[in-house]
């Protein structure tokens, strides 16, 4: 499997999406979903992945990190995740063949509100695919756990994610959250928007400058435009990848962490 080209810079906050191969359904049983989850936790527990918000549906998933300096510790934790799910399918249906697209797509993302909007996009994309009406409804995603922290199986960063949003505390960002997810239901503007799925960076222009300029030679070709609510870096080619091949991976038994499901 080729290894595709990494576009890094550290400190970032990162829109990460996987797509299943060949946009196949092959997260739609919810014990894979379910799998998908738990060794989330485990690569949160082995490398220090700092999570700010998740979904998984069914060909595809959304996970916002944000980057603790080490320019390993994204690349192992999907590796791990994807890895592992996707040989468990494959042993347990007897398939062959590849499970996941071998890149994920990575969008650097600017603190404060543009971070806020991008959560509330990630939180409404099964009520967007008119699967639920709400994003309490799907227990696959990070909406619930945002409202209702938990004391086990703690998937979300909570004190960091309203520090990084811009809030002095956890209960006012939260009420906060929870309002921009409902005015968006109820208002009609919950849309399919690119711009935090294609892009390179979305944020105020001096960001998307400042994220451009770092990526020097690799940004060459791509331009900044203006889109509703701020700027976005446009992409040529899928970025910040990892080697998902399963005879090259370092995943194997070992890697198992005995973990209860989620409630």
Not at 43 to 57: F, P
Not at 140 to 167: D, H, M, W
Request: positive net charge; contains cysteine; glycine residues 8%.
């Amino acid at each position: 499997m080729a290894r595709a080209k990494r576009h890094y810079i550290a400190g970032q906050v990162w829109h990460l999406t996987h797509r299943c191969h060949k946009r196949e359904f092959l997260l739609r049983f919810a014990k894979d979903r379910r799998r998908w989850l738990q060794w989330l936790f485990e690569a949160k527990r082995r490398y220090g992945l700092a999570i700010l918000n998740y979904t998984v549906t069914s060909n595809h998933i959304h996970l916002l990190v944000v980057d603790d300096g080490n320019r390993d510790t994204i690349p192992k934790s999907i590796q791990l995740v994807a890895g592992r799910t996707g040989q468990e399918y494959n042993e347990r249906k007897g398939r062959k063949g590849a499970y996941w697209e071998d890149r994920y797509h990575a969008t650097a993302i600017e603190t404060g509100e543009h971070l806020l909007r991008c959560l509330v996009y990630i939180d409404l994309n099964m009520a967007r695919a008119g699967v639920v009406n709400h994003p309490s409804e799907w227990t696959f995603g990070g909406y619930n756990e945002i409202q209702s922290p938990r004391r086990k199986c703690v998937l979300i960063a909570y004190e960091k994610l309203a520090a990084l949003t811009g809030y002095d505390d956890y209960d006012s960002f939260r009420q906060s959250h929870k309002e921009w997810v409902n005015a968006l239901l109820v208002d009609g503007n919950n849309v399919h928007d690119r711009q935090w799925t294609r892009s390179i960076a979305v944020g105020g222009e001096q960001f998307v400058q400042r994220i451009k300029a770092g990526l020097g030679m690799k940004a060459l070709g791509r331009r900044i435009r203006e889109v509703p609510g701020g700027y976005e870096l446009r992409e040529r080619v899928t970025s910040y990848i990892a080697d998902f091949d399963p005879k090259k991976s370092d995943i194997g038994l070992e890697n198992t962490h005995n973990w209860s499901a989620f409630p």
